[in-house]
């Protein structure tokens, strides 16, 4: 998990592939199954942290093998985790409704957290911002935001400034999302490359959409791009280059 949480994937795997192929699922106990299925959960997240979303070994079907082996095991909590985690997915591959929708269900889900119930409110305005409602993507982020704040949850604060920054620039207002963007640049923490990646590219992403400031959005993200492919981060790099040839296609102009 420390490993992980650094985007130290190779270290990560190592460990982790070290448990998952050491004994056969289907020969152990409650307890042995259960860190199987621990571990199959850790698998699927630096799978998903890497980009690798479907297919054999992608993040979808260590999650969904997991998701039976807790069913099994009757602990609902879990269960829904790995529901979120699918969710999450399914946004990654673009099915931005489907996700909202689960989103939006597990948000109300009394086998999550608190914690975990608003993140899922923060992420049903993440995928329909995706989608193209920005405004009210904005209102449900803003009630998460309240949420987080009387969990005193500051980091998930942090990211919901920097969604609700995108959210507002896909409204066409720069105002609001350059005062969210700082926000999560001066309240966020960065000590990590995903941390990093995430936010400069929001950033990056906000200063393109005024032609005044799309030199310094560009360089930004040329900055983002390599600090993405020097931590293994496919799926983040994905986004900078669409972000950036949504740009060119502009004609260089704001987007």
Not at 104 to 116: H, Q
Not at 193 to 212: E, G
């Amino acid at each position: 998990m420390v490993f992980l949480s650094r985007q130290n994937f190779p270290a990560a795997l190592a460990l982790i592939n070290r448990w998952l192929t050491r004994f056969s699922a289907h020969r152990l106990n409650g307890k042995g199954l259960y860190l199987h299925a621990r571990s199959l959960v850790l698998f699927g997240d630096t799978q998903r942290d890497q980009g690798a979303l479907v297919g054999p070994l992608s993040a979808n079907r260590s999650y969904r093998q997991a998701l039976g082996m807790f069913g099994e095991l009757d602990i609902p909590r879990r269960v829904a985790q790995i529901e979120l985690s699918l969710a999450v997915v399914a946004e990654m591959t673009g099915e931005l409704q489907s996700a909202a929708h689960r989103y939006e269900r597990l948000a109300a889900d009394e086998r999550l957290s608190g914690r975990d119930r608003a993140r899922s409110r923060l992420w049903v305005g993440t995928a329909l911002s995706k989608d193209g409602d920005h405004d009210y993507a904005a209102r449900v982020m803003a009630e998460a935001t309240r949420e987080f704040d009387d969990l005193g949850e500051a980091e998930d604060w942090s990211v919901a400034q920097q969604k609700l920054a995108l959210a507002y620039r896909g409204a066409g207002d720069l105002g609001r999302a350059l005062h969210f963007i700082e926000l999560a640049r001066s309240s966020g923490s960065d000590d990590t490359p995903m941390q990093r990646v995430r936010l400069s590219t929001a950033h990056a992403h906000i200063l393109l959409s005024d032609r005044a400031t799309s030199g310094q959005g560009l360089a930004l993200l040329d900055q983002t791009a390599q600090l993405a492919v020097s931590s293994g981060l496919s799926h983040q790099l994905r986004s900078i280059q669409t972000i950036r040839q949504g740009f060119e296609n502009a004609g260089g102009r704001s987007i």
